[in-house]
């Protein structure tokens, strides 16, 4: 991984550049794993050349902002810790590449994360997991605009919400006009162990082509009684029993970050006890 001063992009009007202090990042052979760690204020611009496989681990603090170019048949798998503060994220992905977003968020904050697929089959996918507790209150954004034809998204997103706390998702599918042949898919599901806490989950379409496939669904429910039953009639005691049911409840997305989600997960499952 090389740092730079100075990276020519070209990223469309479609980029809103923000201001602030920039740390630009040029990836021009394949990596296994690039640190990003933005801090307040600060926006990081991250350039992976074609062909280029890499994975991005970020953990980050305050209000900031990383910005991703991925030229032809890139391929990054960016993972990331949102536990306080803004995150803004953006990928521009142009033809074949492809992006893997995993994001696990806990406690106060806001995260919006936006991929723009604006070639021939560019492929996005966004996993991500919400826990709520105490008072907290996050708000989870992903939008998946497509504007290359043949190009593919899925966002899979799931929610566990105790105390008082409260959640919003917004998931957002937008097709262009020029947009032939696309996939799309988003799903969020949500537990609720609490009768106080709350959450809004809102998937949208805005399809502008008649020639996609494209779908959407939520699921809002409490722990099911016939797996806490299952445990209890083992002689496992009800909150060690709910910490296994939320595990496995997240474990389809904390897997996929490999030794990365071995540490949220024990973050998550100390929230809980």
Same mark, same amino acid.
């Given at each position: 991984?090389?740092?730079?001063?100075?990276?020519?992009?070209?990223?469309?009007?479609?980029?809103?550049?923000?201001?602030?202090?920039?740390?630009?990042?040029?990836v021009?052979?394949?990596?296994?794993?690039?640190?990003?760690?933005p801090?307040?204020?600060?926006?990081?611009?991250?350039?992976?050349?074609?062909?280029?496989?890499?994975?991005?681990?970020?953990?980050?603090?305050g209000?900031?902002?990383?910005?991703?170019?991925?030229?032809?048949?890139?391929?990054?798998r960016?993972?990331?810790?949102?536990?306080?503060?803004?995150?803004?994220?953006?990928?521009?992905?142009?033809?074949?590449?492809?992006?893997?977003?995993?994001? #696990?968020?806990?406690?106060?904050?806001?995260?919006?994360?936006?991929s723009?697929? #604006?070639?021939?089959?560019?492929?996005?996918?966004?996993?991500?997991?919400?826990?709520?507790?105490?008072?907290?209150?996050?708000?989870?954004?992903?939008?998946?605009?497509? #504007?290359?034809?043949?190009?593919?998204?899925?966002?899979?997103?799931?929610?566990?919400?105790?105390?008082k706390?409260?959640?919003?998702?917004?998931?957002l599918?937008?097709?262009?006009?020029? #947009?032939?042949?696309?996939?799309?898919?988003?799903?969020?599901?949500?537990?609720?162990?609490?009768?106080?806490?709350?959450?809004?989950?809102t998937?949208n379409?805005?399809?502008?082509?008649?020639?996609?496939?494209?779908?959407?669904?939520?699921?809002?429910?409490?722990?099911?009684?016939?797996?806490?039953?299952?445990?209890?009639?083992?002689?496992?005691?009800?909150?060690?029993?709910?910490?296994?049911?939320?595990?496995?409840?997240?474990?389809?997305?904390?897997?996929?970050?490999?030794?990365?989600?071995t540490?949220?997960?024990?973050?998550?499952?100390?929230?809980?006890?």
């Amino acid at each position: 991984m090389d740092v730079v001063q100075e990276v020519e992009t070209t990223f469309p009007d479609v980029w809103e550049k923000p201001s602030g202090k920039e740390v630009v990042v040029h990836v021009q052979e394949n990596s296994d794993v690039v640190l990003v760690s933005p801090s307040d204020g600060e926006r990081v611009t991250i350039l992976v050349d074609k062909n280029v496989e890499v994975v991005f681990f970020e953990e980050g603090s305050g209000t900031y902002t990383v910005d991703i170019l991925c030229k032809d048949n890139a391929n990054v798998r960016y993972y990331s810790k949102t536990t306080t503060g803004s995150a803004k994220r953006f990928c521009y992905l142009e033809r074949d590449a492809s992006i893997f977003w995993i994001d #696990a968020t806990y406690g106060t904050a806001k995260v919006a994360v936006t991929s723009y697929l #604006a070639d021939k089959g560019a492929d996005a996918e966004f996993h991500s997991v919400f826990l709520g507790s105490g008072s907290h209150t996050f708000s989870v954004t992903s939008k998946m605009i497509h #504007a290359g034809s043949h190009s593919t998204s899925n966002m899979v997103s799931r929610a566990v919400m105790l105390g008082k706390s409260k959640g919003n998702y917004e998931g957002l599918i937008r097709i262009l006009p020029e #947009a032939k042949g696309c996939d799309a898919y988003q799903k969020e599901d949500t537990l609720l162990l609490s009768p106080e806490a709350h959450m809004d989950a809102t998937p949208n379409l805005e399809i502008s082509n008649e020639d996609v496939r494209c779908s959407h669904g939520v699921s809002l429910g409490q722990v099911d009684d016939e797996k806490l039953f299952y445990f209890l009639s083992r002689g496992i005691p009800k909150k060690e029993a709910v910490q296994l049911i939320v595990q496995g409840f997240f474990d389809e997305i904390l897997d996929g970050m490999q030794e990365h989600g071995t540490g949220i997960r024990k973050d998550i499952l100390q929230v809980i006890a």
